[in-house]
């Protein structure tokens, strides 16, 4: 039977008012995978004003009595995670053992964000006379616009709805328009979690389409975002009219930098965690190898084999699926294509894998490294987001390295491999990236602050700082005096 994704607001899964559908396709195959509605803007209204009345009495409720509901959306995914594993298979084209590895993520996310429960607190302060006080509450913005990304659907579906959900607001769930049933099951698990109606609702329908729509919705008050840069800045301009809080989760271009007394085993076992891992669609993903001239042909052939060793194709039996869609497939294919006629070479890979007939029309991308990269090349310069990438050979100069690696647009995610610890405690300092991963693969932790310096984003996720930015400061002055007025600067001041 075709699939169908309609829309939940309210509390109840409803069709479109325009009766209007859109395609998915599944990405191994190439096919029709389903339908999903294409929401309107009176459907946005509709789920806004849901989530805007559902708000007011949710937050009224104690963090413990929201926790209660988290708790049992997490029984209700962890019973059922294999349809949730199958979906991000079918959905993604996700190997099972990254299919089972986002679903820890959920179940990881949304227990970590229901414990914050009785664990967000205000401030009692001193007044500016012994009997004034103020008191600084932490208090839920309101209704949180949350939109997705189609790379880790869901594990990016409880990064935002947990802590916004915990600390009081309510939230319309905005999902990629590549992984709509994946925003479709977690929401009917909301369902069946009891969840007030209006508390979480889902708006599916393309971005460039509804997006300004939603992100300029007066009744908006917090826009998460996890997406393309140019996504980020689209949003921007468009909030910018509800002077809406903004988190955004964006673009990133990580260096890689091995040195020349790193641990050259760990570090290509760690590339290919960080260059293949959801085939390299991943904002965390190595996008830039600089390797130290005294070990670069080593390490290089050092990868090359390891790559060999992956096996392609359909999710539940390979190392590397598909890419998401035609148009990432294409985008890939043409930062290889570019940089080769720039001077760049093919060391290993550059095309479509060859598979069985079934697969043939699915999105695939062979592994591929190339050497002879320069700093200025687009390969170099964008987000590629594919299982593709670009060395270059360095000198014996560290700062120059660390000039290298900050020389980019993004500052999400970087890496380095070094035995030198006071190379690698330099690089910490100096490095002007959210996060650097030294002698490790990531990916970030739950209790680590997901963030990026540049066209990255603003603000993050996950960690204290991240649940706190779904609350705001309210500053509450009180003063207990017998004249509160006394020696204040009042007007009039002429006798
Ligand atoms: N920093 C981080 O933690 C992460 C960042 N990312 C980044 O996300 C990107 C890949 O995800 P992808 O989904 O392709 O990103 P996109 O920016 O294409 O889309 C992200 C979301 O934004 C929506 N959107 C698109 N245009 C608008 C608009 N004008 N207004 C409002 N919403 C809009 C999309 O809807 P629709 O699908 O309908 O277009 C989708 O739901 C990569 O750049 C990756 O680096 C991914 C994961 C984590
Ligand atoms: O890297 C990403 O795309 C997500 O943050 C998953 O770690």
Not at 58 to 64: C, G, I, N, Q, R
Not at 150 to 172: H, Q, S, Y
Not at 184 to 201: D, L, S
Not at 387 to 401: C, L, N, R, S, Y
Request: proline share 5%.
């Amino acid at each position: 039977m075709e699939k169908i994704q309609e829309l939940f607001i309210n509390g109840e899964w409803v069709k479109p008012s325009s009766e209007e559908y859109l395609n998915k396709y599944n990405p191994s195959t190439g096919e029709l995978y389903g339908k999903f509605a294409a929401a309107s803007k009176e459907d946005v209204d509709r789920a806004v004003d849901a989530a805007y009345d559902a708000q007011k009495k949710w937050e009224k409720l104690t963090s413990v009595e929201r926790s209660k509901y988290l708790y049992r959306l997490i029984d209700l995914i962890r019973q059922d995670r294999e349809s949730l594993e199958n979906l991000l298979m079918d959905e993604v084209g996700k190997p099972r053992k990254e299919a089972v590895q986002e679903v820890d993520g959920v179940l990881d996310q949304l227990q970590y964000y229901a414990e914050f429960a009785r664990k967000i607190t205000g401030d009692v302060v001193e007044g500016t006379k012994p009997e004034r006080v103020i008191f600084q509450y932490k208090v839920p913005y309101g209704v949180v616009l949350a939109i997705t990304p189609w790379n880790f659907p869901a594990a990016m579906i409880a990064r935002k709805i947990g802590p916004a959900l915990i600390t009081g607001n309510t939230v319309v769930l905005k999902p990629s328009s590549d992984t709509p049933f994946v925003a479709g099951w977690i929401v009917e698990k909301v369902r069946q979690a009891g969840f007030p109606p209006g508390t979480v609702n889902l708006i599916t329908g393309k971005g460039s389409v509804i997006g300004d729509y939603m992100t300029s919705h007066k009744k908006i008050s917090v826009i998460t975002l996890t997406g393309e840069s140019r996504t980020g800045v689209q949003v921007m301009k468009s909030a910018s009219s509800i002077m809406a809080k903004l988190i955004l989760e964006l673009g990133g271009k990580a260096p890689f930098i091995v040195w020349k007394d790193a641990d050259l085993e760990l570090a290509a076992k760690v590339l290919m965690w960080a260059k293949y891992w959801n085939a390299g669609q991943s904002c965390i993903a190595a996008e830039r190898l600089y390797v130290h001239e005294d070990v670069y042909d080593k390490f290089l052939n050092l990868f090359i084999e390891k790559t060999k060793t992956l096996k392609i194709g359909e999710p539940r039996t390979s190392d590397m699926g598909p890419l998401i869609n035609d148009q990432q497939l294409k985008k890939v294919s043409g930062f290889v294509e570019e940089a080769v006629n720039q001077g760049a070479k093919i060391l290993y890979g550059g095309g479509k894998p060859q598979l069985p007939e079934r697969y043939s029309k699915g999105f695939f991308y062979m592994p591929t490294i190339l050497t002879d990269v320069r700093q200025d090349m687009r390969i170099f310069r964008e987000e590629i987001f594919g299982p593709v990438i670009g060395a270059m050979k360095v000198g014996d100069d560290f700062d120059e390295v660390i000039e290298l690696a900050n020389d980019s647009d993004y500052g999400l995610a970087s890496y380095l491999f070094t035995k030198d610890v006071s190379l690698a405690m330099k690089a910490a300092r100096e490095i002007k990236f959210g996060e650097l991963y030294i002698n490790m693969p990531g990916p970030e932790a739950t209790q680590g602050y997901h963030t990026g310096f540049r066209m990255s984003g603003q603000a993050g996720e996950n960690s204290r700082y991240g649940v706190e930015e779904y609350v705001k400061v309210k500053n509450v002055y009180i003063d207990y005096s017998k004249d509160p007025t006394a020696g204040e600067v009042i007007p009039p001041y002429t006798d």
